[in-house]
């Protein structure tokens, strides 16, 4: 199981750590949010501070099945979604209700390392299936589904995290057609797929369930900002109502109503709109960028793919190289990054290591790359 990795907190004012997973501060929009929350207040009711319904305010629910609907180029149907506190606790509560201890689940290989916390919590047993520049590999999976059949999959087949591709059309297709063979339910974790910084990415997954078993995690962590702990699944009746039925629902209601609230403010005055039109700009400069640091400072030395969404670039080492040792050595450097093996669920991927161009603007990220050349290319 990986190491518990702590790096919220701001990081030292002389280090560039690409290990950072989160929009840099002049992105947070605080403007946005007080003039949100101004507009809903001014004619908020008493009901409004009340405990709010159990799948969600069917306001700001209408009002994100339109602005998905748009992003996603597909139809949402407010029905269809139940409001959450962002994505790690939907994950968690899709664990609490679809899982018991003991179950096996099967997980991309690599994979969000931060999940396997959860999936620890919940005494799940957790099967990597390898993944390449299309997403997880369906022979590999069909094999695995022979022999075991999981509790549920967990996938991120959008601007993946850590390896910034993207699953195709046709594993896509084929994932909800196995799910419906095999009975077990899909997570997608999807919390990237509206940040695409070039063609749109193929349809989310599920907008190909067909009433069938995908949840689909979504999050304003990436889209608007992380401290508001807003996020969204996107399933079928029969899979909301066992959300509902978990107790901390059951008895306290809405998971976040009151800032839903202000978001849904925030989409109606288009200013999430316009946000997010920015946020694609920067980050498509911040990715061009990276990817001419690395030439630069890297060459043939290691190897990537350029992301074309989400927040990462992901890199190969030569095969004798150790990340997780490299990381240990960064702090000299002055540079940080995660290393490959956290992301793996058999302690593998060691000549790998994930970089983030979310907290850095082009100065810095031009600066820290040459520093993370330094650091891999001493004797």
Known sequence: MPDIVTFDEAPAPDTINFGVGQPSADLLPVEIIRAAAADYLRSAQPIELNYGAKQGDVRFRETLAAFLSRGYGETVKPESLFVTAGASQALDLICA??????????????????????????????????????????NRLEDELRRTRPALLYTIPTYHNPGGH???AA?????????????????????????????????????????????????????????LRLGWIQTTPDMIARLISHGAVNSGGSLNHFTSNVVRHAIELGLQDTHLTHLREIYRQRVATMHAALHEHLGESVSWRRPAGGYYFWLKLADTMNATDLRGRATKHRTGFQSGELFSCSGGLTNCLRLSFAHYDDTAIREGVGRLAALLTEP
């Open 97 to 138: 209700q679809l899982t018991q201890p003991g179950d096996t689940i099967f997980v991309e290989e690599p994979t969000y390392f931060l999940a396997f916390r959860t999936f620890a919590g919940h005494r799940l047993r957790v099967i990597g299936i390898p993944v390449d520049q299309d997403g997880i590999d369906m």
């Open 166 to 168: 993207t699953m195709s």
């Open 171 to 227: 594993r896509r297709q084929r994932l909800v057609e196995l799910s419906r063979q095999h009975e077990f339910p899909v997570v997608a974790d999807e919390v990237y797929h509206l940040l695409s910084y070039g063609d749109p990415p193929p349809a989310t997954l599920s907008s190909l369930a067909d009433g069938g078993p995908v949840l689909s995690l979504g999050s304003f962590s990436k889209i608007l900002a992380p401290g």
